[in-house]
């Protein structure tokens, strides 16, 4: 019953109706065809016996209107005929059968036809017919009419008996009638009973049923606007984020495009200051080819540790450099907060780069201190003026060595801030994005809190329907 549906279980309740409609039908049909049947035998026999009384005195009418009119053909045709109807009234009474007074009433008129009455009455006919009126009517008069009226004692007889039937059958109609009435009230109560039980039952079944769908849809609400809630605020924390992003991203594009503006002056003077240096070198190439010979000890020496400390100037001022950069990219990084964690691993790298950087600043200084030694030994060999032009060709060569690097590390940093500040543009956008959807969330955030509300109204006029209050 469970798994019936609620239309189903309305259409079931129709059943018992039914039911009760087809007992009442059946007990009022077998009452009116049991107990009206001898009401009708008898209605049916008494009409049957009036029938023939009436034949039997048109068969005397028509006698008697012979013998005063001999030469009437009429007479005699309805005689016959009326006479043929009797026997056919008669056959029909036997068929219907009767009670045993009916039938030994019956059984005496046929005697009484077959051994009296139709001898008499072909004698009479025939006199009639022979002319012999006189003893036609002596014959009727005389023999057949104290007969005749026997015969008509049967029939009236039958029809006493079939008053006496209708009698009684209409007193036993009225007693069964009786008690089919209280048959059919027993029957209605009954029904009406199983209806109303039935109806409990149905209502019973659909209020538990409703009820658990009520406590489902209760739970379900809650949960809803827990979730609704939840959302809600989810939004409204992304949009103060997105807002809190949107605007370090702006102080990081405005910072980055001041670095880059920076960096391609740096770049532009690392070129004037490389032309420079490349006209320096090869004045002091033409120099050093007419003393190479003299000098070439010291030159070596030379040229390694003004090459080592070269090397260290430029890792120093790097490290230097990039140490700064990175500072300050983990400082925008940290302002930025989500959106700048992959800026911050960059800016870790950088400072690994960095500390290596230093660590290779130690091993060349070790280097300078066995350049120095060999200097040192040189400086004696090649004298004050092979020592000066060498020191002014390496210093040459060294400057022309480091202004190249800073050129190419200005445009590589450029080419790293154009980059960065590409990626920052497409995290504005995607910024801007998300305070879009932020808002969406919000605005169904509400719209769900508002249905929510309405479904709470609905589950309070169905707890109202099922009796469980608001």
């Known amino acids: 019953?469970?798994?019936?549906?609620?239309?189903?279980?309305?259409?079931?309740?129709?059943?018992?109706?039914?039911?009760?409609?087809?007992?009442?039908?059946?007990?009022?049909?077998?009452?009116?065809?049991?107990?009206?049947?001898?009401?009708?035998?008898?209605?049916?026999?008494?009409?049957?016996a009036l029938t023939s009384l009436s034949l039997l005195l048109t068969q005397d009418d028509a006698t008697k209107t012979m013998m005063l009119d001999p030469d009437n053909p009429t007479s005699n045709v309805r005689?016959?005929?009326?006479?043929?109807?009797?026997?056919?009234?008669l056959a029909a009474i036997e068929k219907a059968g009767g009670s045993p007074e009916v039938q030994n009433t019956?059984?005496?008129?046929?005697?009484?036809?077959?051994?009296?009455?139709?001898?008499?009455?072909?004698?009479?006919?025939?006199?009639?017919?022979?002319?012999?009126?006189?003893?036609?009517?002596?014959?009727?008069?005389?023999?057949?009419?104290?007969?005749?009226?026997?015969?008509?004692?049967?029939?009236?007889?039958?029809?006493?008996?079939?008053?006496s039937e209708s009698q009684r059958a209409e007193q036993h109609l009225r007693e069964t009638n009786q008690r089919s009435l209280r048959n059919i009230l027993a029957a209605l109560v009954l029904g009406l009973g199983g209806v109303a039980a039935w109806f409990v039952f149905i209502a019973g079944s659909i209020t538990?049923?409703?009820s658990s769908i009520v406590s489902h849809l209760l739970q379900e609400h809650k949960a809803s606007s827990e979730f609704t809630e939840r959302i809600w605020t989810a939004s409204q924390a992304l949009s103060d984020n997105v807002s809190s992003t949107s605007a370090s991203l702006e102080q990081i594009e405005s910072s980055l495009s001041d670095f880059a503006g920076r960096i391609q002056s740096t770049s532009r003077h690392a070129s004037l200051a490389q032309e420079s240096s490349t006209e320096t070198v090869a004045s002091?190439?033409?120099?050093?080819?007419?003393?190479?010979?003299?000098?070439?000890?010291?030159?070596?020496?030379?040229?390694?540790?003004?090459?080592?400390?070269?090397?260290?100037?430029?890792?120093?001022?790097?490290s230097f450099k990039t140490n700064i950069l990175a500072l300050n990219a983990a400082v925008e990084a940290a302002r930025a907060g989500e959106a700048g964690l992959g800026f911050s691993v960059v800016a870790d790298e950088v400072r690994n780069l960095a500390k290596n950087c230093a660590d290779a600043a130690h091993q060349s200084a070790e280097l300078i201190e066995a350049s120095v030694a060999k200097s040192k030994e040189a400086f004696h060999i090649s004298g004050g003026a092979a020592h000066a032009l060498s020191e002014i060709i390496n210093k040459s060569r060294n400057i022309h060595s480091v202004i190249g690097e800073i050129a190419a590390n200005a445009q590589s940093q450029a080419e790293n801030i154009r980059q960065i500040n590409e990626s920052l543009?497409?995290?504005?956008?995607?910024?801007?994005?998300?305070?879009?959807e932020a808002e969406k969330t919000h605005g169904i955030a509400e719209n769900l809190s508002t249905r929510s509300a309405n479904l709470e109204n609905v589950i309070g006029d169905l707890r109202a329907l099922v009796g469980a209050g608001r």
């Open 284 to 318: 002091a190439d033409a120099a050093t080819q007419s003393i190479q010979q003299l000098v070439s000890a010291t030159e070596q020496a030379q040229e390694q540790s003004a090459h080592i400390m070269g090397v260290i100037k430029v890792i120093d001022g790097i």
């Open 425 to 436: 543009n497409h995290i504005g956008g995607i910024g801007i994005k998300s305070a879009q």
């Open 208 to 210: 538990r049923r409703m």
């Open 106 to 163: 019956l059984r005496q008129m046929r005697d009484l036809d077959a051994k009296v009455l139709r001898d008499i009455d072909t004698s009479v006919l025939e006199a009639v017919g022979d002319g012999k009126v006189d003893k036609a009517r002596k014959l009727y008069f005389e023999t057949y009419e104290p007969e005749r009226a026997k015969y008509e004692v049967y029939v009236r007889n039958l029809v006493k008996i079939a008053d």
């Open 1 to 48: 019953m469970q798994n019936l549906t609620l239309s189903r279980k309305l259409y079931l309740t129709a059943v018992p109706l039914v039911v009760m409609g087809g007992m009442i039908s059946l007990i009022t049909w077998r009452s009116l065809r049991d107990n009206a049947a001898p009401l009708i035998a008898a209605q049916q026999l008494r009409g049957l």
């Open 79 to 89: 005689k016959i005929k009326a006479y043929d109807d009797n026997e056919k009234v």
